[in-house]
């Protein structure tokens, strides 16, 4: 037997008892100790979210497994730094996504933004993709590392140490300064466009994230790199150590040389081809649902509550009606039109028309038998109600003229149906009602259904996601321009968006995801996400086709891998760290973004590392004649260059520092060309 109960809680004060009566029955409903002859299930608002914070509040013990397993992550990275300058440096790099996640909730506080269970995602997808673990301070670290070796190489026994540090924090902003921009305008605008959601969680979700990922990319500089500057310093060594060789190259050359070879290109093309096919069959398969226990603990009581529901819903469906322009008594035409109408609406598949409850017509047929010799009015309308005990009822509303005549402003029409198991079934079937009822606008007849903000969230949310994935890829695509003054560099990193957002989302369907608003949130995160493996070799790219040089394709690519590979791989791999706790809850929203997070590593490790370097490689002239000049490394060049642009050698020590403590203002003095 199932009970519906729709409650009217005017005031704050009234709400919170309803509140309390809600919780209560529920706990009665969780131990059953409601009755011996009697059990009961329920579902309500207030125990809905309950529930879900319930489960929110789980994540914050795997939030703090997460950031142990980073930390214990960041101390192999950092195996060769010392160990004071190894504790220091991992405090500042944890700090950065920190003090954004916090300022982040203040400013929303402040602003007095809705906090929902969904923003709890925010700290994980800030640690693990903003900024510091997928790129920006793996980027700040070994470029700040190659740097040094580089300026120290060239500097004089007589330089001061604050000058040196001030001289490789401007190299280091001119090497990953304008890639890391490009990376955090592209995850703030993806998220950005996910504000726009029809979801309300998910839009206030999409704007906590923007923000933190806009406020961490400052944080990086402010917080991250001054720690670099002040206190990073490598333990000695007794002799000049590789990063690994083979056969006498080094290790990215003698990858590189594999990959770019004739077999090495074929595998590839091969590889791709699987993926892009197994992703096809995904993605023509993904089916658009919904399912509201996917937003509860997977041991969560209200899991069983919606299962009694749905077996009561496959037999017993009400529907509930509203006119709001009954037709005129008078006018047979429009009587009739109604009846059509309404015969329409309960004759449909599955419908019981016998169980249909229309006191507006009832009335009419009584009037007819009753009162066949007068003409039909609605003036016997209040004593039909009467009778029948209907008045408190107020399902018709009618008001009595001065002149004794009555005038009906409204009628509740009640249909029985057989309901459908499938979420999206029943989408499409109220979808259809809807579009029934704009066939007699006359009447001005709207359905009420208490599930219906979810039946438009699966109508909608193809749409949505067209929409809001081509609005997001055309804001990546010009964002990419802007930065990457290449086209070439420009559009592949824009076809490995797309590249990354397909195959992640036909993985995603294989995984047993289903096109729903948290996917829609999804997709734009891999949009955001999947510019970051993309950008930095694409910027670099461009640097290195603006040097005039005689060697290799393969050992020009090896360069370019030189600079950026390493880091997007321990970026990777600290997004594996941070989001795997989130597997251990039985969420399914929370499964579906650490799924979601983890494919797309794994799907821009793939591609930042084999699929761009094979196609730029085609872009890189096999031979141009050098200078002297341009046969330096030019890594080595252009870091001396920088250091030098400014001399700081006769500066005083308390120069020296105040210009330390301001390294974060030299982006402003960046060349032009670097934009």
Not at 104 to 120: D, E, K, P, Y
Not at 514 to 523: H, R, S, V, W
Request: glycine share 4%; proline share 4%; charged share 20%.
């Amino acid at each position: 037997m199932g009970l519906w109960y729709i409650s009217n809680a005017p005031g704050l004060e009234k709400k919170k008892q309803l509140e309390e009566i809600e919780m209560d029955a529920f706990k009665l409903a969780l131990n059953d100790s409601f009755s011996d002859v009697i059990s009961f299930e329920m579902f309500a608002d207030q125990v809905a979210n309950a529930e879900m914070l319930r489960g929110t509040l789980e994540t914050q013990n795997l939030f703090i497994v997460g950031v142990v397993l980073m930390v214990l992550f960041m101390m192999f990275t950092f195996r060769h730094l010392t160990v004071k300058s190894m504790s220091i440096i991992i405090i500042g790099a944890m700090a950065s996504p920190a003090l954004a996640t916090g300022a982040t909730f203040a400013i929303l506080g402040w602003v007095g933004a809705t906090l929902n269970s969904i923003m709890c995602i925010t700290p994980f997808l800030v640690m693990a993709i903003g900024k510091f673990c997928v790129d920006d301070g793996f980027l700040l670290l070994h470029a700040w590392r190659r740097q040094r070796k580089v300026i120290a190489a060239a500097a004089t026994p007589s330089s001061r140490t604050d000058d040196l540090r001030a001289r490789i924090a401007r190299a280091v902003l001119l090497d990953v300064a304008p890639s890391m921009a490009i990376t955090s305008v592209t995850n703030t605008m993806a998220f950005g466009v996910g504000i726009f959601s029809p979801t309300p969680q998910m839009s206030d979700f999409c704007l906590a994230t923007a923000l933190a990922i806009l406020l961490d990319f400052f944080f990086e500089f402010l917080v991250f790199l001054p720690t670099l500057a002040l206190f990073y310093e490598e333990k000695e060594r007794t002799g000049e150590e590789e990063e690994g060789s083979c056969g006498g190259k080094s290790s990215w050359e003698f990858y590189t040389s594999m990959l770019l070879s004739t077999p090495g290109k074929i595998s590839v093309a091969f590889l791709v081809l699987g993926l892009y096919t197994s992703s096809l069959i995904g993605l023509v398969t993904l089916k658009t649902s919904f399912a509201p226990e996917k937003t509860f603990p997977s041991n969560s009581r209200l899991v069983q509550s919606l299962a009694a529901f749905d077996r009561i819903h496959a037999e017993y469906a009400p529907l509930n009606l509203i006119t709001r322009k009954v037709p005129v008594a008078e006018d047979a035409s429009s009587v009739q039109r109604y009846r059509d109408m309404v015969y329409r609406i309960d004759h449909r598949p599955g419908c019981y028309p016998e169980h249909t409850q229309n006191p507006v017509l009832a009335y009419m047929d009584w009037d007819r038998l009753t009162h066949n010799d007068s003409a039909p009015s609605y003036d016997r309308l209040p004593e039909y109600l009467e009778e029948r005990m209907m008045t408190k009822l107020k399902i018709v509303r009618w008001e009595k003229e001065e002149n004794g005549t009555v005038r009906l402003d409204g009628n509740n029409l009640f249909v029985v149906c057989k309901g459908l198991t499938n979420w999206r079934d029943r989408a499409d079937s109220v979808d259809n009602l809807r579009k029934l009822l704009d066939e007699y606008p006359e009447f001005d007849t709207s359905l009420f259904d208490y599930d219906g903000t979810i039946y438009d969230i699966v109508i909608t949310v193809k749409e949505e996601v067209i929409k809001a994935v081509t609005i997001t890829f055309i804001c990546m695509a010009v964002a990419c321009a802007m930065f990457i003054p290449s086209i070439i560099g420009a559009s592949v990193a824009s076809f490995s968006m797309l590249s990354i957002t397909f195959t992640m989302l036909g993985s995603l369907s294989h995984w047993g995801a289903m096109l729903d608003p948290i996917t829609m949130i999804n997709i734009l995160l891999a949009i955001g996400f999947s510019v970051d493996f993309s950008a930095h070799i694409c910027y670099h790219f461009y640097k290195a086709r603006t040097i005039r040089s005689s060697k290799s394709r393969a050992r020009r690519m090896s360069e370019i891998l030189e600079s950026v590979g390493k880091p997007i791989f321990e970026a990777s791999l600290s997004t594996f760290v941070c989001v795997a706790p989130l597997f251990m809850l039985k969420i399914y929203v929370f499964n579906s973004f650490a799924k979601t997070v983890m494919l797309v590593a794994i799907l821009g490790l793939f591609h930042g590392l084999v699929i761009i370097p094979v196609i730029l490689s085609f872009f890189l002239p096999a031979h141009m004649p050098s200078t002297a000049a341009d046969e330096e490394d030019p890594e080595k060049k252009r870091s001396i260059e920088s250091a030098s642009a400014s001399d700081d050698s006769n500066l005083s020590p308390k120069e020296a520092q105040k210009t330390l403590l301001t390294i974060v203002m030299a982006g402003y003095n960046l060349p032009m060309h670097y934009f």
